[in-house]
Every structure is written in structure tokens, then in C-alpha cells.
């Protein structure tokens, strides 16, 4: 407990008092507030031998990209009004110029590095 700041050091003793159903309750409340915040995470994304990892909440993305605009290897583009593009991790779409039918894509390769989606 020593890397914990005071009040987390006073909420910690206090959840020790808690009834089952106090408990089961409060993680109910805690487990929603960790969702909320994962999933409006801004995703700082780092590479970790090769991991795209989200340098902020932790989540794994899979493979680490060079090529790709968000530093994560993507797999599948699609397209919309004529325009073929790819979805990136913060939901924006970038415009995919890609050499392969949409159609015939597969997820076996990055489209934007090449890699394959199964490493060693």
C-alpha cells in the first residue's frame, strides 16, 4: 500500500468493512466507472516489443505498425461514396490507397505494412 496516496489508502479500509452485497455493489459502480474511462480513452499508443499498447489505460492493439497513421496494424479498408479508407483506433477514417479489391482483401496482411497478422 505504500504507493497509494492517502485517500486511496482511507477508501482501501474502508471496503473492508463492507457487507457482500455492499461489496458486490460497489464493484458493479467501480466496474462501469473503468469502462467509461477505457472506452473514452484518447490512446497514447506505444510499442512494446512490438505490441501496440495504449500508453494511458494499458490496452493491447495488437501489432505495432510504422506505416499506419495510428502506429496499429489494420487488416480490412472500406469504402463509402467512392472513397476506400480505413478505420483507425480514435474512429477517424483515413484515406487507403490500397493495390488489393476491397473484396479481396483478407486479414492476413497489414495494408500498411505488409506484416502478417501471425507472427512468430
Known amino acids: 500500500m505504500d504507493h497509494m496516496n492517502s485517500k486511496t489508502k482511507i477508501a482501501v479500509e474502508m471496503v473492508k468493512t463492507l457487507t457482500p452485497d455492499q461489496r458486490r455493489e460497489k464493484l458493479v459502480e467501480l466496474r462501469a466507472v473503468v469502462a467509461e474511462l477505457e472506452c473514452t480513452c484518447p490512446h497514447e499508443i506505444v510499442n512494446r516489443c512490438g505490441q501496440a499498447i495504449c500508453n494511458i489505460c494499458g490496452q493491447d492493439f495488437n501489432w505495432w505498425c510504422e506505416d499506419s497513421p495510428d502506429h496499429v496494424c489494420h487488416y480490412y479498408s472500406s469504402a463509402h ?40
Not at 472513397?83 to 476491397?102: G, H, M, R
Open 81 to 120: 461514396d467512392g472513397k476506400v479508407y480505413v478505420l483507425l483506433i480514435d474512429d477517424s477514417e483515413t484515406d487507403f490507397q490500397s493495390t488489393k479489391d476491397p473484396e479481396y482483401e483478407s486479414e492476413d496482411e497489414c495494408l500498411f505494412c505488409g506484416q502478417p497478422r501471425q507472427r512468430l
